[in-house]
């Protein structure tokens, strides 16, 4: 079997590279956040015809200007976002708590609106970034025929040479700090909490409690 | 790691015909769609529909997570690819695909376990 489990199209040679700090995940993990709300907020417009956006900025979707795709469509990929955001977070869970916060600013963006399809994924978002078990609705299946399969692959290769892009400007400078975008759309966090404890008491008065008792800060290793 | 094809039976392949996913990602012309090499041994690629790839010639099966892609038009180099940086790109990806290449994409991160 190769060493070099690579694609080319003849004479093309690949190389191996050095592995990556702690600050590339991070950036992956707000990258990934961003991506999710983004899905989230194309989900409110599809299902609800709600438009109250935060989260465009690393918005890549061919119809991003005037939505195209069904409730389906945009559900698999609100699914997609949180299966690979789980993925990230865990292993740089102490870092990620910000997003809670973060989420509950969002989520009381949702304030006085009639419960909605978008509501039933507050509760797997905020366990997922909490890394904590999830469980996320049964939707319908749709069979891949080849041209899907070719295209996810193309776009998963796109996918991957843009995460070495993340990834090359990091090892460059190691000065570089990842981002942390906010997506705000309500005052406080207190209108998410009000909202989340219609679908979840529980998790709602824990977070309440967890926020009012904050963990102290750990020394990022870099 | 790797498996020879003998050990995913199930799976469906095709040969892996697309355009370049590296000059796609610097917003280069990519050309046309077209077969795929495998870089040590020049065999045909094939994508499953497991989420693997299969080379023709040396019959070995890879799961795509470590895979990169360089035409003629540049070298690219091979990543130890972590879980999360598959995730990264999985969640860029899943914006532009359809929604059956978003369930192909969350079928191999379930079957991924523990990585």
Redesign the interface.
Known sequence: ?????????????????V??PKQ??LQ??D??WE??L??LERLEQVSEGYRNLTATR?????DRDRIT??E??VR??V???I??????V??VIEDAQWMIDDFLRWFGGRARRPLAVTDEYAVPVLHCIMDHPYELPDLD??????T????????????????????ERFLADSRLEATRHLHTRARSRSSGLVRLSELNRMLAVHLAYVIDHPQPAKEEPR | M?QYDTQVPEAEW?S???????C???QKEPGP??Q???????GF?Q?G?SAQ?R?TS?R?V?H?K???????A?????????????????????????????????RF??NLGEW
């Open positions: 079997m190769s060493d070099i489990p690579n694609g080319g199209r003849r004479q093309a040679v690949p190389r191996q590279t592995e990556s590339v995940t992956f993990l990258d990934t991506r999710l983004n899905s690393l918005d890549q979707h061919p795709e069904s389906l469509d698999w990929e699914h997609l976002q299966k690979s955001l789980e993925r990230i865990k292993p299946e749709v069979v891949p025929t080849e899907d399969i070719l295209d996810a692959a193309e776009a998963l290769g796109r996918g991957l040479h843009e995460s070495d892009k993340i990834e | 790797s095709f892996l015909v697309m355009r370049c996913p590296a796609l990602s610097e769609a077209a795929w090499f495998h870089a040590s041994d020049d690629v994508v529909s790839y080379c040396c070995c890879e795509v470590s895979w990169r892609y360089a035409c003629e540049h070298q690219t180099d091979f990543r130890p690819t972590s879980s999360a940086h598959l995730a990264n790109a999985l969640s860029t990806a899943g914006q532009i695909t359809s929604v059956a290449g978003r369930q192909w994409m969350q991160l379930e």
